[in-house]
């Protein structure tokens, strides 16, 4: 999807070995491309993005990236006016999972690693907040927590507010005693030097702040019980259990008027929508977001300043609703200019009226652009995935599928490039989760491999998935091998009543809970799947909910949720189950999966083997559960292509 209005393209010659390296402008020129997309590489699909998570520093000098170097993801800082450029690579065994610039000269960047710790049975994913002085290149820890006798959980750090009016510092969360209560530290960003703001409280792992960066707002879990307590104007800290209006609504955020807050609730719809609150009566003073079929994602806030500036909601796409009048025109005016994408407004860059944009749609991962309001110009940027046409990528079409309840599940259809969905050889491809998640239209990379391998892929949003309202959701509580099982069950038999499968070559295919329905696919529907396979999946219900309710802090609560109501656990438990696979499987689990003990996959496969079943076991070296470096996502796909091709490939 490349625009007329194309001005230049930003590239980087690296040196290796080196930090500091040359920059070539040049007029971005056709590349040499695949002629089908059976063509493209593997390789291709299972690279980080070349060009993502991009910003623009305050003062319009600089723009940073993630980047692919070395099958890892670094960030690149270069100067627009192509004068330099800076590798940054993460820590040691760690990834880059955010970063944001703090001023003109600090960056703050999050990392993310998985520990085995001996204060715990069991690994642990922790993050890391580090700030880059880019005058002196030096990095400081922003900053380490005691170590405690009693340590109780695993380390992470969570900046809840920028201080947009002091740039030399920000409001850095930490657990201090890593014992379960967070606390709040004004940090310098460029010292780490810190002085708290807010002590722990019992219970409260999360502090937010008002537009005042008044600490305001805190939740969390005390043993099962999840609670919120909350500041009123009058300075007293309440329990919202104990507030008639907080039976109703959840906070979102903080409005710019006086005793009112962003509150999301019930719509007539029966959807989630997000309003103004009046807290001196309770009641809503104005209605921002509603939509009659789905939710409100979140509350948007702009980074620089945490103040809302709208509402994120889901339709096929992921869309943001503005409050402000002003990027309400100006999203209107690029959506007329490139009416046949999502577009995105990712920042303002104020001192130069820029504003920085990612167009995307169901066939392109994204372009980035510049939007310069006083030139009237929309110039193009880069490609998030320049080594990947959008034009022999699939499309994906929404589609609604009637279950044996007389209910219908939205679900989205990935159809390979140039053919009709009619008796294809099919994946069906249920999510992770399960409960609050869903599935788009939106790019994806391991759904168009398979679709560049003339599969048909098909993702259900299954009852219990999140964005169609909490009714939805709800249904599909305690209902693991249950309703939620039947929903995917019965979208599979809906594309072969409709035509769109070869009934002799489906496989179910997922990753985490994704992976937990594959297995149970194969174990309650002996006829329907020619094969399963799972990628750090729930293998052993019994084993995950007794290391949840003792290693995380509110596991007691969401395990309740996990399960079948009425049938013991380890009915519902592919492992238990294992005598009652009637496919081949496919098992791959990454040793570094803090989520999902890879030995669940292991386990599962030793199980099968020596029931005299058709079991395959790949085990992935890094990446952790969400498959995040390029050699996990390269052994996932590789390993899965070669699977399919021998059980319902041609």
């Known amino acids: 999807m490349k625009q007329a209005t194309v001005v230049r393209f930003l590239a980087i010659k690296l040196l290796f070995g080196l930090q500091f390296v040359g920059v070539l402008f040049f007029a971005p020129t056709a590349l040499a491309q695949p002629q089908r997309p059976s063509d493209i590489p593997v390789e291709a699909f299972a690279a980080l993005p070349g060009f993502s998570n991009a910003a623009i520093s305050p003062d319009g000098k600089h723009i940073s990236y993630f980047v692919e170097l070395d099958g890892q993801r670094e960030v690149l800082i270069q100067a627009l006016d192509g004068s330099s450029a800076f590798r940054v690579p993460p820590p040691k065994e760690a990834n880059f999972s955010a970063y944001r610039w703090a001023n003109n000269d600090v960056i703050l960047f999050q990392s993310s690693m998985t520990l085995q710790r001996r204060v715990f049975r069991v690994k642990t994913q922790e993050t890391r907040w580090f700030s880059l002085d880019l005058n002196i290149k030096e990095f400081t820890w922003l900053r380490k927590p005691k170590r405690h006798a009693r340590e109780s959980v695993s380390q992470t750090e969570r900046i809840i507010d920028m201080l947009p009016d002091d740039p030399e510092h920000i409001l850095l969360e930490l657990d201090m005693n890593l014992d379960g209560k967070a606390e709040v530290y004004q940090t310098n960003v460029k010292s780490g030097r810190r002085a708290i703001r807010k002590g722990a409280s019992r219970g409260i792992q999360n502090w937010y702040t008002d537009n005042q960066s008044e600490v305001r707002l805190g939740n969390g879990y005390e043993g099962s019980k999840f ?21 109703k609504f959840t906070i979102e955020g903080f409005s710019n008027k006086p005793n009112t807050l962003y509150v999301s609730g019930y719509s007539p719809y029966g959807t989630e929508g997000l309003y103004e609150l009046d807290i001196n009566t309770g009641k809503i003073a104005d ?102 046409d959008p034009e022999l990528m699939a499309s994906v079409q929404s589609v609604d599928i009637p279950t044996r309840d007389e209910k219908e599940i939205p679900g989205y ?14 994946i069906v491809m249920p999510h992770g989760g399960p409960f609050g998640v869903r599935d788009s239209a939106e790019w994806d990379f391991w759904a168009q491999f398979y679709a560049s391998r003339g599969y048909l892929v098909l993702k259900p949003n299954f009852r219990g998935s ?38 002799d070559r489906i496989c179910i295919v997922g990753s985490s809970y994704g992976g937990y329905a594959a297995l149970m696919g194969v174990i309650k529907e002996p006829s329907l799947y020619k094969c399963a396979i799972s990628v750090n999946g729930v293998a052993n219900l019994v084993r995950l909910k007794s290391g949840d309710k003792s290693n995380a802090i509110g596991g007691r609560s969401w395990t309740k949720r996990m399960g079948l109501t009425g049938v013991d656990d380890k009915q519902v438990s592919p492992y238990h189950r294992a005598a009652d696979v009637s496919a081949p499987v496919l098992l791959m689990s990454s040793v570094d999966d803090a989520r999902v003990p890879w030995k669940m996959s292991r386990d599962m496969h030793k199980r099968l083997k020596k029931l005299k079943k058709d079991s395959t076991f790949v085990k992935i070296e ?21 699977f399919l091709a021998k059980h319902i490939g041609d």
């Open 227 to 247: 609670i919120t307590k909350f500041k009123g104007s009058d300075g007293k800290w309440v329990d919202l259990k104990k507030v008639d209006w907080a039976k």
């Open 413 to 426: 259809m990935i159809i390979p490039h140039g053919k009709e969905a009619k008796s294809l050889p099919t």
């Open 622 to 642: 890094d990446g952790t559960h969400h498959m995040v470096t390029a050699q996990s996502r390269l052994t996932m796909l590789k390993a899965t292509e070669k």
């Open 466 to 503: 999140g964005g169609y309202g909490p009714a939805f959701k709800v249904a599909g509580y305690n209902q693991w091998g249950g309703l939620m099982q039947d929903d995917v069950t019965d979208a599979t038999k809906w594309l072969i009543e409709n035509g769109h499968s070869d009934p």
């Open 287 to 388: 209605t921002i977001f509603v939509h009659g079929t789905v939710d409100l994602d979140y509350a948007f806030e702009n980074t620089t300043t945490g103040r809302i500036e709208g509402a994120v909601y889901t339709d096929d796409f992921t869309r943001i609703k503005y409050v402000d009048k002003v990027k309400k025109r100006i999203q209107a005016g690029i959506d007329k200019a490139m009416p046949n994408s999502v577009n995105t407004i990712l920042s303002h860059v104020e001192a130069l009226d820029w504003y920085f944009v990612l167009v995307e749609s169901d066939r392109n991962s994204g372009d980035y652009f510049i939007y310069d309001r006083p030139k009237g110009q929309l110039n193009y940027v880069n490609s998030i995935r320049r080594n990947i």
